[in-house]
């Protein structure tokens, strides 16, 4: 079975600050997808990143960043630069679909805060 | 390009009431979802479709909840009769099958809030 574990339940940081969410992942397959989601107070869930597990690459995408290390079985994600509007609850998400489909299974999620 | 939608947004209504949750997936994708979160349980997976057809609803919590998919652009979720511990947010989100490009992503509707009073 698969599980993914977000141990961070909150975390608050001074705007302007860098922030890394960590995520810790558990399955037996060879073949799997590893997300991000964002939720911010809206409520909406807005993807933001897959990532397989044949790679990997740390990708950047302007603040964002992404860490993957199979190694540890973790996907942790960097904010450079927080900004208010980055306060949300963000969710690290498995898949073990060939083609990503399938399940996802979520983690808890964590809550962050932003303070201006 | 419309993003998945969701109806109703909103829906207050009374134990014991039948309500119908609806979806229309993004064109061209060929998985479903639904998706039930609450604080409590976090997000779960009800059901989900492929090409229309129910391939695991393992997570559907009782027999007060059915899902169908009459259409490659249609699906809902009813809950009939409804109770207070039903209420949470449900979404539902859609992706397309194929190896490669975004295959695999599920994209998720904005959600339909339930409170069963």
């Known amino acids: 079975a698969q599980k993914v574990t977000q141990a961070q339940t909150e975390i608050s940081v001074v705007e302007k600050e860098d922030v890394t969410l960590d995520c810790v992942y558990e399955t037996r397959d060879t073949t799997y997808y590893l997300f991000w989601y964002k939720q911010p107070p809206s409520g909406e869930l807005v993807f933001l990143i897959r990532?397989?597990?044949?790679?990997?690459q740390n990708e950047i995408s302007g603040r964002y960043s992404w860490n993957f290390q199979k190694s540890t079985s973790s996907f942790n994600f960097t904010i450079t630069a927080s900004q208010v509007v980055d306060s949300a609850v963000y969710f690290c998400a498995l898949s073990n679909s060939n083609f990503g489909n399938e399940k996802l299974t979520f983690g808890t999620g964590t809550r962050l805060t932003i303070i201006p | 390009d419309a993003g998945v939608i969701q109806s109703p947004r909103h829906e207050v209504t009374e134990m014991g009431q039948e309500v119908t949750l609806r979806c229309k997936p993004i064109s061209g994708h060929d998985y479903l979802f639904w998706y039930r979160q609450t604080m409590m349980r976090g997000l779960e997976l009800l059901i989900y479709f492929n090409n229309n057809v129910p391939i695991d609803d393992s997570g559907m919590p009782e027999d007060r909840f059915s899902a169908k998919m009459p259409n490659a652009s249609f699906s809902t979720l009813k809950i009939q009769p409804s109770e207070p511990r039903d209420s949470a947010v449900y979404f539902c989100a859609s992706s397309v099958g194929l190896a490669g490009g975004t295959a695999g992503t599920q994209y998720f509707g904005p959600g339909t809030r339930l409170l069963v009073l």
């Open positions: 990532r397989n597990s044949f790679d990997e």
